[in-house]
């Protein structure tokens, strides 16, 4: 069972799920998660380079969810991602209720903690408890590609004066 902050918050309230179909639930969701939020920094980024960023990581968070729905799916997997957990909401919702600037460094401080985060739940559980080899290899794959949202989101910060970290 997967023990971690980050992945216990995702699959909390989910349905019973076990091996590959509960990791397939939790990534699905951390995709979901940073989708949504993705979506709103697009639209309400004060900076164009916030909502570039946020452009970047929507797009290939949604590639990346569809490409592991796919490969769950090929695979004869199939899992219930559950509703997205209550924090998630509480997020958009404080973000919802920033403008300018201020949406911007918020955004940013979030998306710095939850790739932070992200990596490491893949990294230390995701990745290591996957018995399926296809998704090892995709998560071995789009992994490079979340360190660089994260680096991207601390380059963004940096330039705009930001402290994320």
Do not use: C, W
Request: glycine content about 8%.
């Amino acid at each position: 069972m997967l023990r971690g902050a980050f992945v216990a918050a995702l699959l909390a309230g989910a349905p019973a799920l076990a091996g590959d179909a509960e990791l397939f639930a939790a990534y699905d969701r951390a995709n979901s998660m940073d989708i949504e939020t993705a979506e709103l920094g697009a639209v309400r980024g004060h900076d164009p380079r916030v909502r570039a960023l946020a452009v970047m990581v929507l797009r290939d968070h949604a590639g990346v969810r569809q490409l592991a729905r796919d490969l769950a799916s090929g695979a004869g997997i199939s899992f219930d991602a559950g509703a997205l957990p209550d924090d998630h909401g509480a997020t958009l919702a404080r973000l919802e209720a920033l403008s300018g600037p201020a949406f911007d460094m918020a955004y940013l401080r979030h998306e710095a903690r939850f790739h932070a985060r992200a990596i490491a739940a893949v990294k230390g559980e995701i990745l290591p408890a996957a018995a399926l080899p296809a998704l090892r290899d995709h998560l071995a794959a789009v992994l490079p590609h979340f360190e660089h949202h994260l680096a991207e989101t601390l380059a963004t910060a940096k330039a705009l004066g930001y402290e994320v970290e």
